[in-house]
């Protein structure tokens, strides 16, 4: 193993998230290599008084007081970009519903000319000569 593997694997070691096969691979390398086995005892160590650690209980005032003063141009920022952002969706949704409408009104008008053509003209014209609606018909 090399000795940057190594020094990968002892924090894991350390955290209980390596295998049992590298466990031993990694054992059997800090027997070997003097070097790595200092960075394991100093990591171990760092680990030990980290884990010692208790959590600190903040009093309950204190989240109310970092709130409170907090800038309160920021928070009126956001609420003024909020508005112009329904304005703008707003607009969007009117003109998509006019635009829409328009265009819908248009191809019904347009589709009027279509019921004009005879039945002979529109087989041919979609099928031509040799279509399946004759096959059919006969």
């Not at 096969?21 to 059997?28: A, H, M, R, T, Y």
């Not at 109310?64 to 508005?83: C, G, V």
Request: net charge negative.
């Amino acid at each position: 193993m090399r000795c940057k593997t190594a020094e990968r694997y002892i924090s894991l070691k350390l955290d209980n998230e390596l295998s049992t096969k590298l466990v031993s691979k990694l054992d059997e390398h800090l027997k070997k290599c003097s070097s790595c086995n200092e960075i394991y005892r100093q990591t171990a160590l760092l680990h030990e008084n980290l884990t010692a650690i208790q959590d600190v209980e903040y009093p309950a005032w204190l989240h109310h007081r970092i709130m409170n003063n907090l800038p309160i141009k920021t928070r009126r920022q956001s609420s003024w970009r909020l508005s112009l952002s329904y304005a703008a969706f707003s607009l969007l949704l009117f003109f998509s519903i006019f635009a829409g409408v328009g265009l819908g009104q248009k191809a019904y008008a347009d589709s009027s000319d279509y019921a004009q053509i005879e039945e002979e003209e529109y087989l041919q014209l979609s099928f031509g000569d040799n279509s399946i609606w004759e096959v059919y018909d006969e």
